[in-house]
């Protein structure tokens, strides 16, 4: 979210209110063993082999549009050079957030505020090793890679336009809005080793939350937009665990 946008909470509010919990989405956690192991490998798995360079692969018209993002976010293209494509994009895309002056902690933090003033218990659902994440970045495809430099990419040519846009759309709910330019996103998402984590966090958090809803009371749920309702997600695990999904279609 751009830093200080306002959205109306009071649906939010209503809702945690008597609520038995918050339940957040995942975290990332990093023991001793996996920082040990991530240090060891670390050049394997977030640097490119020697002599490579992320700009060298890309068709011309990406890296284009690639070298000119990256200098409307104050940074040089050799910056990235080395790193792996899908590395170079989330370096991209966090550096672009930073420059357009997003909120890094966005609507989840906001809806933590409003539960702990409620006394709604927090939980996080769940942590999953940080080498989970970091694994498979050296075998995604060619072409998901593109997929993901290109989002990247356009991130960083639109995103103090979009933001705003982009924001006032998830205020109202609007996923029509939220997904018209969501193509890319899919594509890159779709890398196999970010796919089977992604499935596996929705599993585990379905099952998770139909031993909590068997409960008495009311449990809220906090999760992005992506995780919730892209194929797969945490609504269509929710229904494969037997639950009934009420509510706009998805």
Not at 130 to 141: E, F, I, N, R, Y
Not at 145 to 163: E, I, P, Q
């Amino acid at each position: 979210m751009p830093q200080g946008f306002k959205w109306n909470t009071a649906r939010v509010a209503k809702a945690l209110d008597g609520a038995r919990e918050l339940v957040l989405p995942p975290v990332a956690t990093l023991g001793i063993g996996d920082m040990v192991r991530l240090l060891l490998s670390s050049g394997r798995l977030v640097y490119l082999p020697s002599g490579q360079t992320v700009r060298s692969d890309m068709p011309a018209d990406l890296r284009a549009r690639w070298e000119q993002g990256v200098r409307i976010v104050g940074q040089t293209p050799e910056h990235y050079d080395h790193f792996r494509p899908v590395v170079a994009a989330v370096a991209l895309s966090q550096d672009a957030g930073k420059a357009a002056k997003f909120d890094p902690s966005g609507g989840r933090f906001q809806v933590a505020v409003i539960a702990k003033l409620h006394k709604v218990k927090i939980r996080n659902l769940a942590s999953y090793r940080v080498l989970d994440l970091a694994k498979g970045l050296s075998d995604t495809p060619d072409d998901v890679s593109r997929a993901c430099l290109a989002l990247a990419a356009d991130a960083a040519l639109t995103v103090k336009d979009d933001a705003l846009k982009g924001a006032e759309a998830w205020a109202r709910g609007d996923l029509n809005a939220l997904r018209a330019s969501n193509d890319l996103a899919v594509q890159c998402n779709s890398a196999v080793p970010l796919a089977r984590l992604r499935d596996r966090m929705a599993a585990d958090w379905a099952k998770d939350l139909k031993v909590e809803l068997a409960k008495p009371g009311k449990v809220m749920v906090a999760a992005d937009l992506d995780s919730l309702t892209r194929r797969g997600g945490l609504l269509d695990q929710l229904k494969a665990e037997g639950l009934e999904v009420i509510g706009p279609a998805y």
